[in-house]
């Protein structure tokens, strides 16, 4: 299934089920977002998106911990956590997804090679967080990162 049709089966279940979204994405640049609002009715849900691509940006706009970011690093899965939370937090969303990674094709090093990224997604009460290993291209992985959170966030939400 092409993105942009999951972007739409997502956009479909939000809409039924009166649910808003938030987004804070780092390695994605705004993919997902420009996905999201592609859907007619966007606006009945979307709430906004926050691009952090900067360490301090993860921190400033979104509130993610320096002291998570100096223990675990920017591409992990409590980095991720924090910025879903504080994606939700600020722009005031039910739900909230958050993607950072290693697009590369530098940046990445034996722990955390290119290709790795972590998607999050939390409602508030329950949050579910995964690492994707992906290959390809820097436009590859940046879009197999964005399938990732929508499917998640499909899965999230029931939507199948």
């Not at 966007?42 to 993860?58: D, H, I, L, P, W």
């Not at 223990?71 to 005031?92: F, I, P």
């Not at 530098?106 to 090679?113: D, F, H, I, L, W």
């Amino acid at each position: 299934m092409m993105t942009s049709d999951l972007a739409a089966e997502l956009a479909s279940v939000l809409i039924r089920k009166r649910c808003t979204l938030a987004l804070a994405e780092s390695c994605t640049g705004g993919k997902i977002s420009s996905l999201m609002t592609d859907a007619p009715g966007a606006s009945e849900f979307f709430m906004g998106c926050a691009v952090v691509y900067s360490n301090t940006s993860k921190e400033r706009i979104l509130g993610v911990s320096h002291g998570t970011i100096a223990a675990h690093g920017s591409v992990s899965a409590e980095t991720a956590k924090e910025m879903a939370t504080g994606a939700r937090d600020v722009l005031g969303s039910d739900i909230a997804a958050s993607v950072t990674g290693i697009a590369g094709p530098g940046g990445g090093s034996a722990e955390k090679p290119v290709g790795t990224v972590f998607i999050a997604v939390t409602d508030g009460k329950r949050e579910e967080c995964r690492k994707l290993m992906l290959s390809g291209s820097r436009t590859q992985i940046r879009d197999a990162a964005a399938a990732g959170v929508i499917r998640l966030l499909i899965e999230f939400t029931g939507g199948r």
